[in-house]
């Protein structure tokens, strides 16, 4: 008998401590050894005045044990509060988020009964980083940051996860036929990192296209990893198709630390009613039992609740009349999966968890590759104009005033599109234009240096042109890091 492992552990708001004192019965009957630390989150630690909704003694609590058994908690309304998940999720770097979508047809209604995939999604970038500005009357921006170390340990983790999990393939979903550097950066990694796994398949799907072919053959899917908003939204369409929200468990994970959690929220309305459905907290108990290494124990849970679905015991968010056979609440239904310890499902495929699959992933040190020569080939200045007619030929002609130094004007967009020189009058403009000064090449010029930009600047700023901010177009071992205009 190996020692009892330190998890914390929160009850959470809503349904969140039914459900949690459900999973924690269960999974200790079926022999789980675990040395619990409880702490506070959500609504009460938000209402104490702490706005990120967990106090510096939990996080003590989380760096010891590393281990993080989450229930959902209610998000307060209005300003002046920051989400919990994202706060928990970037402190403790858990960069994938991984949720199996499983059918358990024909006892829980779907119409894809063959569906069993898991969906990895990048946890910590994308436009989550909540980033965002207004810049015009018009205009607000979110920025999109994607990085290389992001991609690769949400990658590599998805093609380890496969591999230790028997899976055989990994599909990758992103735009990249628009977004060619953000969503092109995502695709290039994971073509790199699936040369290193010959012994599994791999194919890439434009998301939109991605989307659909999920949605209406999700059998022809295994693993499938994607950028942060991509993932969020398909991994709850895929959750819903599979059966229901309320049957599906995550893991965060991270280097160093994990968390698990039900994917649906605080169901306030059902709370204290001994209604809610425990199956989503079990199962992501299930996947934290296999991550602590007591793979016997989550596989005997796991059966126990699919001898238990199979037997019809159902709480009401899943009840069909004709398949189910009881209509159970939380407590009931926590009591009829302990009854059936020991059991395996007869129908159902039966769980199976050989040996112990870490959840946590220590990455290989990143690949060493050279710095490459980065220069200033130019600037893309952005500017709030709003002047006659919203004609980008006025415009031109105040921003020609500011060429010199080296650089001059060569592009004007709006919302992306090119508008000068040769645009066209049908284009729509909004207040908010792309103003791409390139450095003049020939006469033995040297690479360009920030005090031309700032100059620049001074130059623009005396036409009376409101500028918002700039981008430095460089390029990087003389490739360029920065996209054409459309129509360019
Ligand atoms: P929700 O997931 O709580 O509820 C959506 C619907 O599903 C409701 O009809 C609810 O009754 C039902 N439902 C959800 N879980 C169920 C279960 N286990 N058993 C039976 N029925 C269940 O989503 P919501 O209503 O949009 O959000 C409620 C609160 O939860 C909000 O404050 C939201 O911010 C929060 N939330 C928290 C998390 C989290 O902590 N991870 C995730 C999502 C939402």
């Known amino acids: 008998m190996t020692q009892a492992t330190p998890i914390t552990v929160a009850a959470g708001d809503g349904i969140?401590?039914?459900?949690?004192?459900?999973?924690?019965?269960?999974?200790?009957?079926?022999?789980?050894?675990?040395?619990?630390?409880?702490?506070?989150?959500?609504?009460?630690?938000y209402q104490r005045g702490c706005s990120a909704g967990i106090e510096p003694a939990a996080w003590e609590s989380l760096r010891r044990t590393r281990v993080f058994l989450k229930a959902p908690i209610t998000t307060p309304q209005g300003g002046g509060f920051k989400s919990l998940n994202v706060t928990v999720r970037k402190t403790l770097g858990l960069?994938?988020?991984?949720?199996?979508?499983?059918?358990?047809?024909?006892?829980v209604?779907?119409?894809?009964?063959?569906?069993?995939?898991?969906?990895?999604?990048?946890?910590?970038?994308?436009?989550?980083?909540?980033?965002?500005?207004?810049?015009?009357?018009?205009?607000?921006?979110?920025?999109?940051?994607?990085?290389?170390?992001?991609?690769?340990?949400?990658?590599?983790?998805?093609?380890?996860?496969?591999?230790?999990?028997?899976?055989?393939?990994?599909?990758?979903?992103?735009?990249?036929?628009?977004?060619?550097?953000t969503d092109g950066l995502f695709h290039k990694v994971f073509e790199k990192i699936a040369a290193e796994y010959p012994d599994l398949e791999h194919e890439h799907w434009i998301v939109d296209i991605g989307a659909a072919k999920l949605t209406d053959t999700p059998e022809a899917f295994d693993v499938i990893v994607m950028p942060n908003l991509y993932g969020d939204i398909l991994s709850d369409v895929a959750a819903q198709i599979a059966g229901s929200i309320g049957l599906a468990g995550s893991a965060n994970i991270g280097e160093h630390a994990a968390?698990?959690?039900?994917?649906?929220?605080?169901?306030?309305?059902?709370?204290?009613?001994?209604?809610?459905?425990?199956?989503?907290?079990?199962?992501?108990?299930?996947?934290?039992?296999?991550?602590?290494?007591?793979?016997?124990?989550?596989?005997?849970?796991?059966?126990?609740?699919?001898?238990?679905?199979?037997?019809?015991?159902?709480?009401?968010?899943?009840?069909?009349?004709?398949?189910s056979r009881e209509k159970v609440g939380t407590a009931q239904f926590a009591d009829a999966v302990i009854?059936?310890?020991?059991?395996?499902?007869?129908?159902?495929?039966?769980?199976?968890?050989?040996?112990?699959?870490?959840?946590?992933?220590?990455?290989?040190p990143p690949p060493s590759a050279p710095q490459k020569k980065k220069e200033i080939v130019g600037v893309d200045v952005f500017v709030d104009w709003n002047g006659l007619n919203r004609d980008p030929e006025l415009l031109a002609r105040e921003l020609i005033r500011a060429n010199g130094d080296g650089l001059e004007l060569t592009m004007i967009t709006n919302?992306?599109?090119?508008?000068?020189?040769?645009?066209?009058?049908?284009?729509?403009?909004?207040?908010?234009?792309?103003?791409?000064?390139?450095?003049?090449?020939?006469?033995?010029?040297?690479?360009?240096?920030?005090?031309?930009?700032?100059?620049?600047?001074?130059?623009?700023?005396?036409?009376?042109?409101?500028?918002?901010?700039?981008e430095n177009l460089c390029t990087f071992d003389a490739e360029p890091g920065y996209s054409l205009g459309q129509g360019q």
């Open 95 to 107: 960069f994938a988020n991984v949720r199996p979508c499983t059918a358990y047809h024909p006892f």
């Open 16 to 45: 969140g401590p039914e459900i949690m004192q459900a999973v924690l019965r269960i999974i200790q009957a079926a022999g789980a050894r675990l040395r619990i630390e409880t702490i506070p989150i959500g609504m009460s630690v």
């Open 339 to 364: 009854a059936r310890i020991g059991k395996s499902p007869a129908r159902l495929a039966p769980a199976h968890y050989a040996s112990a699959v870490e959840a946590t992933l220590p990455l290989p």
């Open 259 to 323: 968390m698990f959690e039900a994917i649906h929220g605080s169901a306030p309305r059902r709370a204290g009613q001994n209604l809610a459905n425990p199956s989503g907290l079990l199962l992501a108990a299930v996947m934290m039992l296999v991550h602590i290494q007591q793979p016997q124990v989550a596989e005997t849970v796991h059966n126990a609740w699919l001898r238990t679905i199979e037997e019809g015991v159902h709480t009401y968010d899943i009840f069909q009349e004709n398949v």
């Open 415 to 470: 919302r992306g599109t090119k508008v000068w020189p040769q645009g066209i009058p049908e284009t729509f403009c909004t207040d908010h234009w792309r103003c791409r000064y390139m450095q003049r090449t020939g006469q033995g010029r040297g690479p360009m240096g920030h005090a031309q930009i700032t100059n620049l600047l001074q130059r623009i700023a005396a036409t009376g042109i409101d500028f918002i901010k700039i």
């Open 109 to 181: 209604r779907t119409r894809h009964a063959g569906m069993d995939v898991v969906i990895v999604r990048e946890n910590e970038e994308d436009t989550y980083g909540g980033i965002e500005h207004r810049q015009t009357q018009e205009v607000v921006q979110c920025l999109k940051l994607i990085t290389e170390p992001g991609c690769r340990k949400v990658v590599r983790y998805a093609f380890e996860y496969a591999r230790k999990h028997g899976r055989r393939k990994v599909s990758c979903f992103t735009k990249d036929n628009i977004m060619k550097m």
